[in-house]
């Protein structure tokens, strides 16, 4: 089974902290991926990863950043937190099929994050 | 306008009814359609999958494209008050980019 972890379920912080938020996966996917999930929006990509080191936006960037420095490791990074990124965060991976596409994922159990 | 459009729900049919969950989408170049299921308080899991048109069957679950109409449809037959989450459809053009509908709320009565 693929199993796709992340470092909190649950987490409060304050307006200006950076936050961490980690991500592990145990099945050697190349790809993995940040989105954060809001009532009646649905899940918006953050940024994804397609090998260490490597990274790319997606459709909301702003305030984030990310880390790979280990292909099964992949971190999100909240510079200075802001209470409109309260949010649940879902971590996911995915491995490419043989034309690359990486339409199958596999996601974490979320960390909800509370910016006071 | 939403690339994707789902009802939210929330969705509420008793035990052995047969549900039908539906998506619309604007853009004609995906190519890969997706559900996922998300029980409370856990990350999406995905149940099926379907690469252009067609229908698909796993079990009590069939997807069903329908690109001329840009709808996708996700029926489960004899549903199960287990079946009661939040259903995800998501659609992608290939490569990394998945776009996600907002979901919809599932209750099976038992």
């Known amino acids: 089974d693929v199993k796709v972890t992340q470092s909190s379920r649950y987490l409060v912080k304050r307006t200006g902290e950076k936050v961490f938020l980690e991500c592990v996966q145990d099945m050697d996917h190349e790809n993995m991926f940040w989105y954060r999930q809001d009532p009646g929006l649905g899940l918006r990509l953050i940024y994804f990863?397609?090998?260490?080191?490597?990274?790319e936006k997606g459709d909301i960037p702003e305030g984030y950043s990310v880390s790979r420095e280990k292909k099964e490791r992949f971190s999100l990074i909240l510079e200075s937190a802001s209470t409109n990124q309260t949010s649940m965060y879902l971590c996911?991976?995915?491995?490419?099929?043989?034309?690359?596409?990486?339409?199958?994922?596999?996601f974490g159990p979320g960390t909800r994050l509370t910016v006071t | 306008q939403k690339e994707v459009e789902q009802d939210p729900g929330p969705l509420s049919v008793p035990e052995g009814a047969i549900v039908s969950l539906n998506c619309t989408y604007s853009n004609s170049a995906f190519q890969y359609f997706m559900w996922y299921r998300q029980y409370s308080r856990k990350g999406p899991e995905l149940l099926m999958y379907t690469y252009s048109s067609g229908n698909k069957e796993d079990g009590r679950f069939t997807a069903q494209v329908d690109k001329s109409s840009k709808y996708i449809s996700l029926f489960i037959r004899d549903s199960q008050p287990s079946d009661s989450a939040t259903y995800l459809c998501?659609?992608?053009?290939?490569?990394?980019?998945?776009?996600f509908g907002a979901g919809t709320r599932l209750f099976v009565k038992a």
């Open positions: 998501a659609m992608s053009e290939g490569g990394f980019k998945t776009i």
């Open positions: 996911a991976s995915s491995p490419p099929d043989s034309s690359g596409d990486s339409y199958e994922q596999y």
């Open positions: 990863s397609y090998d260490v080191k490597m990274k």
